[in-house]
């Protein structure tokens, strides 16, 4: 057996010293080292052999956090962990307990396209392997071709249209090797809640940022903006997940998926759940009531779904454990789970053809917080998300 752990990491605004990222938000030197060290022991907390980062403005940020990160967890493991000259009988507890540095991880970092200069930062992502990468990443942002979503003919004019040439973020795919296996990984960071408003032709800022002449309705549009473009952006990750599937590659995606409540990009990015019994459902071309697919085209159809869908690792975690709830964010006052691990059926252990699964899922959801709460650490230097780490085992 094989065992190796995957965690998706938000960590907010990532940035060097006198850095505007956002206008007038940046870090003094006081606050950048308290929130390297802040990112560094959750790193070593995390102690995970594939980190998917999101919001990274800066590599070179990322890469001494990562190096503290390994000074800090070997210093620990000197003073905590028994070697040859220490006697303890019981040394495999204290080695479950080591950090593993990443001296020789790699590194892959996709930047944003859409990056600009000094208070017009624009974050992208990253992955980190222990287990190295098989080939080249790849970076999903710019569409080769646009995505052009027509509505459909639902009146004289039509249904309108939606048109996509770029992603908000960029997606990141590598490939893993892992135990004799190699397992597609992607990284994301989707358009995030918050509206999209236009600015004027004359420019200046969009009227909808005035909140002294607050418009409901404009704001409404600028929130239904931002909502399409995470739709299709999962549409877009999608469409790439389905391809490794159909070739044959097991799955795992991670990342900010910005969910809510009601979370339309997870159903999208993962597939949609088969019907109970196809069956019982009148067929696409019934020419009478009684047309019904048959008991052979409905093992045909669930297959078909069932081989392109993922499982959320959340949702495994809380069946086992019985817990009702993980949260990973803290959105406008409102706890939720917006940071997903979502992994195929290769990783389920009562499906034919299964190459492991997954053993525990662990949260560290303690720092959440949205800036009303005292007892949570600083919001701008730390997070405001949970991390989370799924922990596999692979049959070799």
């Known amino acids: 057996m094989t065992d190796f752990s995957i965690a998706s990491f938000n960590v907010k605004n990532l940035i060097g010293q006198d850095a505007e990222y956002y206008r007038f938000q940046s870090y003094t030197p006081e606050e950048y080292a308290w929130k390297a060290d802040w990112l560094a022991e959750q790193m070593q907390t995390m102690d995970a052999d594939i980190v998917g980062f999101q919001e990274i403005f800066e590599e070179s940020a990322l890469r001494d956090v990562i190096h503290q990160a390994d000074e800090e967890g070997i210093a620990d493991n000197d003073a905590h962990i028994p070697g040859p000259n220490k006697r303890y009988r019981r040394k495999a507890i204290f080695r479950k307990l080591a950090y593993r540095p990443y001296t020789d991880a790699a590194l892959a970092v996709a930047p944003n396209v859409n990056d600009g200069g000094p208070g017009q930062r624009r974050p992208g992502v990253a992955i980190l392997s222990r287990l ?10 710019d569409l080769a071709a646009p995505l052009d979503i027509d509505f459909g003919p639902m009146g004289p004019d039509g249904g309108g249209s939606f048109r996509l040439t770029r992603l908000s973020r960029p997606i990141l795919k590598v490939r893993v090797p892992v135990g004799g296996h190699v397992i597609t990984v992607f990284n994301c960071h989707l358009k995030s809640k918050l509206g999209e408003f236009v600015p004027p032709k004359g420019g200046g800022a969009p009227a909808e940022v005035d909140l002294t002449a607050y418009d409901p309705v404009a704001r409404a549009l ?28 097991p799955v795992m995606v991670l990342g900010d998926f910005n969910d809510g409540e009601h979370a339309v990009s997870s159903e999208i990015i993962s597939g949609e759940v088969p019907f109970k019994n196809y069956a019982w459902m009148l067929r696409h071309d019934a020419e009478t009531p009684r047309d019904r697919y048959s008991d052979a085209e409905n093992e045909q159809i669930q297959e078909d779904i069932e081989a392109v869908r993922l499982h959320s690792a959340e949702k495994q975690f809380v069946r086992k454990s019985a817990r009702d709830m993980v949260y990973t964010a803290a959105f406008g006052g409102n706890y939720e789970s917006i940071d997903q691990i979502y992994m195929s059926r290769h990783f ?18 303690d720092h959440l917080t949205d800036g009303s709460h005292p007892e949570a650490p600083y919001n701008k230097l730390a997070s405001d998300h949970g991390q989370i780490i799924a922990h596999m085992r692979l049959k070799d």
């Not at 990468?133 to 942002?141: A, K, L, N, S």
């Not at 034919?352 to 699964?357: A, E, R, T, V």
Request: proline letters at 4%.
């Open 132 to 141: 190295g990468f098989v080939g080249e990443p790849e970076i999903i942002q």
């Open 222 to 249: 600028g929130g239904l903006r931002a909502a399409l473009r995470r739709m299709a952006e999962a549409w877009v990750l999608r469409r790439a997940i389905v391809a490794e599937l159909q070739a044959g590659h």
């Open 348 to 365: 389920l252990p009562d499906v034919k053809g299964s190459i492991g699964q997954m053993d525990y899922f662990s949260v560290l959801n």
